[in-house]
């Protein structure tokens, strides 16, 4: 029997409200009723400046190294990606920066793309907006590709996102809940075949 897939969800935003976060904890409740082993991470838990070579040069922050770490284990990854004028946000684009930057001093860590290499990637975003967040997805998939991940074909951009959660934060619309579905399990079945 096979052990449970590595599944590593997070969000990139960290407002308390954020429509990509609940995207993110349903993308977390349907991977799981998939069999996955998910870990779903909250980058507002991570003590992550904003980054910079002279800061770097100090040392690698300990919350950086975390996150490598965590990243590398997970074979497999969903991101929700919000848009902020027609794009991604810093604090993505941040988290990239500094997880993909490699530590000189660390034979473990000298390779910048380490946490990156070969990941499937499944890319969701929500947006208020018709689009969904179509435009940070565009951006963010070169990106990703950049950084030597495989990214799933199959992505959703869930449009008028205030009006798609109930009280509890799950998706209203079915049709919506199978396309986040759909990502989800592009991205396990070509995890599970890369890995083989």
């Not at 800061?55 to 919000?82: F, N, R």
């Not at 008028?160 to 990502?183: H, P, T």
């Amino acid at each position: 029997m096979n052990a449970p897939q590595k599944l590593l969800i997070f969000a990139g935003s960290t407002r308390r409200n954020s429509y990509n976060r609940k995207l993110a904890h349903v993308a977390a409740t349907l991977a799981r009723a998939s069999g996955a082993e998910v870990t779903h991470l909250e980058l507002a838990d991570f003590d992550i400046p904003m980054y910079n070579a002279d800061l770097e040069a100090k040392g690698t922050p300990p919350d950086v190294m975390k996150l490598k770490q965590i990243m590398y284990e997970h074979p497999a990854w969903i991101i929700c990606s919000p848009e902020y004028n027609g794009s991604y946000t810093a604090l993505l684009k941040n988290t990239v920066d500094w997880v993909s930057s490699p530590v000189k001093s660390d034979p473990a860590w000298h390779e910048g793309f380490k946490s990156f290499t070969g990941k499937v990637v499944g890319v969701l975003s929500a947006s208020p907006g018709a689009l969904g967040g179509l435009r940070s997805q565009s951006h963010l998939v070169p990106l990703l590709l950049n950084a030597q991940c495989w990214v799933a074909p199959k992505a959703f951009a869930l449009g008028r996102a205030g009006d798609a959660f109930d009280a509890e934060g799950q998706l209203i619309n079915e049709a919506s809940v199978k396309n986040v579905q759909a990502v989800i399990d592009q991205v396990l079945f070509a995890s599970q075949r890369l890995a083989a």
